[in-house]
C-alpha cells in the first residue's frame, strides 16, 4: 500500500510541475505585438531571453532582461497585454 501512495506522490508531482513548467524560445517565436509591448515599456533593455509558459490555458510570454542595472521578469500576453513585473 505505501508503495502505491507513493507512487501517486510522485506522479502528483511530476503533473504539477510539468503544467507549470517554462520553456525558452527565440525572440523571432514571441507575436509581434508582445515583443513591440515589450520594447516600449523596456526600451534599452539588454540580455533579453523569452520563455513561454501555460498559465489558465493560456500561453503566457516572459521576457527575462536586464534594465537600468537590474534583472527583471516581465510577462505579456500574447495580444501585447503587460501582465505582471517580477
Known amino acids: 500500500m505505501k508503495k502505491v ?6 506522479i502528483l508531482a511530476f503533473a504539477i510541475l510539468s503544467s ?3 520553456k525558452k524560445i527565440a525572440a523571432s ?3 509581434q505585438s508582445a515583443v513591440a509591448a515589450f520594447n516600449t515599456k523596456y526600451s ?3 540580455d533579453v531571453e523569452w520563455e513561454t509558459e501555460k ?5 503566457i510570454y516572459e521576457a527575462k532582461f536586464k534594465f537600468n542595472g537590474k534583472k527583471i521578469e516581465a510577462e505579456f500576453d500574447a495580444n501585447g497585454t503587460f501582465i505582471k513585473e517580477e
Open 5 to 10: 501512495i507513493n507512487y501517486s506522490a510522485i
Open 20 to 22: 507549470c513548467s517554462e
Open 29 to 31: 517565436e514571441v507575436p
Open 44 to 46: 534599452g533593455a539588454t
Open 55 to 59: 498559465e489558465d490555458g493560456k500561453t
